[in-house]
């Protein structure tokens, strides 16, 4: 059992959470060409080691997180909120 | 049989007799027992049978590694199949029986196996049998391998489960923890009650229904006193302490599964007590003190009942009080045995002690000399005689490298030590591969990252003050971890012995062949190791799957070294070369019912109703699982059949009116000034411009291209939607959404809620659906033809003050509303409308209904978007916008989607009107009635409307290529073949002037 440091709820079973995929993936524009996007939801890497990836706190505070996994020991280096201005209400709240 | 109960010691409570029954016959034991020490103290020795050969077999040690002494436990529905007697407590009313034997484990006839054994070799079953008929005749091999199989899996195997409901329940509970410690033996007790003096949150799991490991097998007071000050401290401290409770397995972040047994040594348990508990616990450290179990080695026949792991009948003898034999010889490699001989001989016991090795040290062997015991060096033993009980052994003489023929040995008892293997399972559980130690011939704990440390005997340190020592060690770096002040302890070296051990594995005198078993609950041989590397198996890995060595239960507690060490010889490397298996979690077996908790049965899965769930069944509903939902499935009246009751629900609802709960889908509200962007770039369709007052229809894509989902949204101001989704995807879309909006579009200025639970709906369907409507409205205008076109929504009061939504939407292809209220006005919804309705010869319908009138009009669901399907093979290509870009708009254009001959949605017709066909079917082209096919029936109903049954599905090409033309409905082992023609989807209908009109 992974436990995720969720910022806004603190330490949770990674079972309350959701995997969402590589979180490093920046999606071209909607109006990008099929080969962009192509790139964007089809050619992933399969990371070993350090990769960032997306969950959500599913059945907690349903935010988006972006979090530091070593994917090969499960190692958690960080996790921080997935939209920059949740992120910072979050740390002047602090 | 010459076990007995000697007159006083051991820490069971001869005050308290507790009568059991075993294999029907009435016995009695103490308080504090074993099933496994109250057969010993009774004289009884063949306790099991085997797995394969069926030999007899008796009790070999005195824990968790039992690999002979393994029974069934219970009767009728509390049957508890291969549990080990060495660690069933006793309590009064046990009853308990042999098992894998016929008609008893004294007598089995199975037992006729073993005089075939030299036939029965590793693998053998499968060889011989599958093989008939040799897989060239056709094939039907496989299929009477099948029937051989049964009978094989009868005579081979273990005990049988009942098969009835399980009648206990089980609990699943959580913890939390600073240092979880795992084993209360010398090492764990100290380890924890240092932590606990420190002030952290201890929580001490002991699997034995005693506290003190390896201290209740020492005889005298001195290790009972100290077990006994350890565990009051602990108590003192305010540590958590839980016996019969297993830690069985590791996982990560220090999360670690146990199973307490809660009531499973109970007679009469209170029926509220959960049987077991299955418990998460999250620990910031973790120390592992789990202690080493004893390995025997292979010699012929040592597996005969009365012979037993060394230490085992110091365990029997000083923890229960029962003397294993009169006559006792001690084989060993090691300095373990000594006190093992010198317990024994106090006891009264005649011992002769074989030593491998051919030096040991002078204090150890002078201290056996005066309690009487003979030691003979560089001896061991050969081979072992006795049927039903050793009778007598044959010697073995060291001649340097290879053994020759000694004296024989008359005994009633045998006890091997073939040297310790530290218990490294739960660290390995965390794929931590433990290292050989070589001086004492076993794998250690490697070190980690991880918090986790492991003290006592399972790091390799015998003497139990130096796993004192190693447990205030672990308990210093755990407090370290923690960032606590630790004082730092010097570490014990591992070992602990005066002369080192000499590595044995197997005695064999070449040409002599007898059965050496390494694996004895498997029937795993020596020679089944050497004939698996003559095959070509090179891997401990593969041996663990040719050879059922160390499999199931046994986890490689007993023979797991020893087929190691076999095969390494075989491969002529040395063992750390060969490698371990990796052992898994469960430790210990933990029964399916603790893994199910309370989740089966009806709380197997959450149960949503809808708020008039009750109001729908007192009107005659018979329900329907949707996904988790109940909804209804039709409502019958008095002596319909739910064919009959869902056709009249059709009609009705095409001539009249008909009611439908429709609150499962699901409802999230989109707020806020960037809404109509963030919605015009969920949708494929155009959004951007939808009117203040108006609904839409929206098919939203993947990124892929592929359809996600289908639904309306409803616009209430400029910056206000309400949008539905599908019962099905409901959870999946507000996933979607918040995803969008947190992490790809943060700029948008949009809140999403989901209001599923808030709003219960009903959709009013029908030619009269207006007239109803208006007559339950404060303002019946509201909904007239002007005020309320096609599409058209609006705000309202109901006539009984509640305030509701109402959306002039059709599923149904007629004349349509959707009336939403908040869910606790559900009731008194239904109160209105349904009267009116059923004045006018209206009818309440479910969800076969509903399916009926979509399947007709061939609008889709979740059936037909099943994920594979795009926009175009849905029909609804003409919706997507060309002219905006939205999710999935770039790769729907793929040259994969664009393909004219993908399936496309169709309208199916069986070509003799009378028939009726299934969904699931696949459609063939009638030359080639096989593989893939053309494609496939997503739902079918009969259609009132048309007479005869209808379907939806997808063909290749769309019902375009197939006009005219005949297809085969394959369905070979539910319905049968048959024909059918396709249509396009819209059978009823197609133009829509019902619902616009």
């Given at each position: 059992m992974i436990r995720i440091n969720c910022p806004f709820c603190g330490e949770r079973d990674h079972s309350e959470f959701s995997y969402g995929g590589d979180g490093s993936i920046v999606y071209p524009s909607l109006d990008a060409p099929a080969e962009e996007w192509s790139a964007a939801v089809f050619q992933r890497e399969n990371i070993r080691g350090m990769q960032?990836?997306?969950?959500?706190?599913?059945?907690g505070c349903r935010q988006w997180l972006l979090v530091e996994r070593d994917t090969m020991t499960h190692e958690i280096q960080s996790v921080r909120a997935a939209h920059d201005g949740v992120g910072k209400v979050l740390e002047k709240g602090q | 049989m010459t076990a007995v109960r000697v007159e006083q010691g051991g820490v069971v409570d001869r005050q308290s007799e507790v009568s059991f029954t075993w294999d029907n016959r009435h016995y009695s034991g103490f308080a504090g027992d074993t099933l496994a020490s109250a057969l010993l103290a009774n004289g009884e020795s063949i306790i099991g049978r085997s797995f394969k050969y069926h030999r007899p077999r008796g009790i070999m040690s005195a824990g968790v590694e039992e690999s002979g002494a393994i029974v069934t436990v219970g009767v009728s529905h509390r049957r508890d199949a291969n549990v080990k007697a060495t660690t069933q407590e006793l309590f009064p009313g046990l009853i308990a029986h042999g098992q894998n034997a016929w008609p008893n484990v004294r007598h089995d006839l199975g037992a006729v196996n073993n005089l075939m054994g030299r036939f029965f070799s590793a693998g053998f079953y499968y060889k011989t049998f599958m093989g008939i008929?040799?897989?060239?005749?056709?094939?039907?091999?496989?299929?009477?391998?099948?029937?051989?199989?049964?009978?094989?899996?009868r005579a081979a195997g273990m005990g049988r489960a009942s098969r009835d409901p399980d009648p206990d329940h089980y609990?699943?509970?959580?913890?939390?923890?600073?240092?979880?410690?795992?084993?209360?033996?010398?090492?764990?007790?100290?380890?924890?009650?240092?932590?606990?003096?420190?002030?952290?949150?201890?929580?001490?799991?002991?699997?034995?229904?005693?506290?003190?490991?390896?201290?209740?097998?020492?005889?005298?007071s001195d290790s009972i006193k100290k077990r006994n000050d350890a565990v009051d401290a602990l108590q003192k401290a305010g540590a958590r302490m839980m016996q019969r409770t297993t830690a069985f397995g590791l996982y990560d972040y220090?999360?670690?599964?146990?199973?307490?047994?809660v009531t499973d040594h109970l007679p009469n348990a209170d029926p509220h007590l959960p049987r077991q508990r299955f418990l998460?616990?999250?620990?910031?450290?973790?120390?592992?003190?789990?202690?080493?179990?004893?390995?025997?080695y292979a010699f012929g026949n040592n597996d005969v009942p009365g012979i037993m792991n060394a230490h085992a009948a110091v365990c029997y003898l000083n923890r229960f009080g029962v003397l294993g034999g009169e006559r006792v010889v001690i084989t060993t490699n090691n300095d373990s045995a000594y006190a093992t001989a010198s317990n024994l001989a106090q006891a009264g016991a005649q011992v002769k002690l074989l030593d491998s090795r051919r030096q040991v040290p002078d204090s150890v062997a002078g201290l056996l000399n005066t309690r009487g015991i003979e030691l003979e060096t560089g001896t061991t033993v050969l081979n072992a005689h006795g049927r039903k009980h050793i009778k007598s052994v044959e010697t073995a003489i060291s001649g340097g490298n290879?053994?020759?023929?000694?004296?024989?040995?008359?005994?009633?008892?045998?006890?091997?030590?073939?040297?310790?293997?530290?218990?490294?399972?739960?660290?390995?559980h965390r794929g931590v591969r433990p290292v050989w130690d070589s001086n004492n011939c076993c794998f250690v704990p490697a070190e980690t990252a991880e918090p986790v440390t492991t003290a006592g005997s399972s790091l390799g340190i015998w003497g139990n003050s130096d796993c004192e020592a190693s447990g205030l060690v672990a308990a210093d770096s755990a407090i370290a971890s923690l960032g606590g002040q630790s004082v730092s302890v010097s570490m014990p070296a591992t070992g602990g012995w005066e002369t080192p051990l000499e590595p044995l594995y197997e005695v064999e005198i070449k040409g002599v062949t007898k059965k050496s078993f390494i694996d004895p609950q498997h029937d795993v041989t020596a020679d089944d190791v050497r004939l698996a590397h003559q095959e070509g198996f090179v891997s401990v890995e593969h041996l663990k799957r040719y050879t059922p060595l160390g499999m199931a239960t046994d986890q490689g507690k007993m023979g797991n070294i020893i087929g190691l060490a076999l095969m390494a010889e075989a491969l002529g490397r040395e063992i750390p070369e060969v490698g371990t298996t990796t052992f898994r979690p469960p430790y210990t077996p933990v029964s399916i019912g603790a893994l199910a908790g309370r989740a089966f049965g009806a709380h197997f899965k959450p149960l949503r109703r809808t708020p008039m769930h009750d109001w729908n069944l007192q009107h005659g509903a018979t329900m329907v699982d949707a996904g988790l939902w109940q909804r209804p499935w039709y409502f019958a009246r008095e002596g319909e059949t739910i064919t009959e009751a869902y056709i009249?629900?059709?009609?009705?609802?095409?001539?009249?009116?008909?009611?439908?709960?429709?609150?499962?889908?699901?409802?999230?509200?989109i707020q806020g000034p960037d809404a109509t962007e963030f919605i015009n770039r969920v949708y494929s369709n155009a959004f951007a411009k939808l009117p203040v007052g108006k609904a839409r229809y929206g098919i939203m894509l993947r990124d892929d291209g592929i359809v996600m989902d289908d639904g309306t949204t409803w616009r209430f101001s400029e910056t206000d939607y309400f949008m539905t989704t599908t019962t099905a995807h409901a959870a999946k879309v507000m996933v979607w959404l918040e995803e969008l909006l947190q992490m790809r579009w943060p700029e948008l200025r949009v809140h999403v809620t989901t209001v599923s639970e808030q709003w219960a709906g009903v959709a009013v369907a029908g030619p009269k659906s207006r007239d109803v409507l208006a007559a339950c409205l404060a303002e019946p205008a509201t909904v007239s033809a002007e005020a309320l076109p096609f599409m058209g929504v609006v705000e309202s009061t109901l006539a009984n003050g509640a305030p509701c939504r109402i959306a002039r939407i059709s599923f149904s292809g007629e004349m349509a509303f959707e009336v939403y209220v908040g869910s606790d006005y559900a009731n008194s919804l239904m109160d209105l409308l349904y009267p009116r309705a059923m004045q006018i010869g209206g009818c309440l319908y479910g969800t076969e209904a509903l399916g009926a009138l979509?399947?007709?009009?061939?609008?889709?669901t979740g059936a037909e978007l099943d994920g594979r399907v795009s926009i175009d093979d849905a029909g609804l290509g003409k919706m997507a916008s060309e002219t905006k870009s939205y999710i999935g708009s770039a790769l729907r254009k793929r040259p994969e989607l664009q393909r004219t001959d993908r399936p496309r949605l169709v309208g199916i017709f069986p070509k003799d009107r009378s028939e009726t066909f299934k969904a699931g079917s696949i459609l063939c082209s009638p030359d080639e009635v096989e593989g893939l096919g053309e494609g496939w029936i997503t739902a079918v109903t009969h259609s009132p409307e048309l007479g005869h049954w209808i379907g939806l599905g997808f063909v290749s090409g769309g019902h375009e290529a197939w006009q005219g033309k005949v297809l085969v409905a394959a369905d070979p082992v539910r319905r049968g073949n048959m024909y059918v023609e396709v249509v396009s989807p819209h059978m009823v209908d197609p133009t829509g002037e019902r619902m616009h009109g």
């Open positions: 960032t990836e997306s969950w959500q706190h599913v059945n | 008929p040799p897989f060239e005749w056709g094939r039907k091999g496989t299929g009477i391998w099948m029937q051989y199989e049964k009978l094989i899996r609990e699943h509970g959580h913890l939390f923890c600073d240092v979880l410690v795992v084993g209360s033996g010398p090492a764990g007790l100290a380890a924890a009650g240092k932590c606990a003096e420190q002030g952290l949150d201890v929580l001490l799991v002991e699997q034995d229904f005693e506290f003190g490991g390896d201290y209740l097998n020492h005889g005298g220090g999360v670690a599964g146990l199973l307490q047994r998460t616990v999250r620990a910031r450290h973790t120390i592992l003190a789990t202690g080493a179990l004893e390995r025997h290879h053994w020759r023929r000694g004296m024989d040995e008359e005994c009633d008892l045998l006890l091997v030590s073939g040297g310790w293997s530290p218990v490294v399972n739960l660290l390995s009249r629900e059709t009609e009705t609802t095409r001539t009249s009116v008909g009611l439908c709960d429709v609150t499962s889908l699901g409802k999230i509200a979509r399947i007709e009009k061939g609008h889709v």
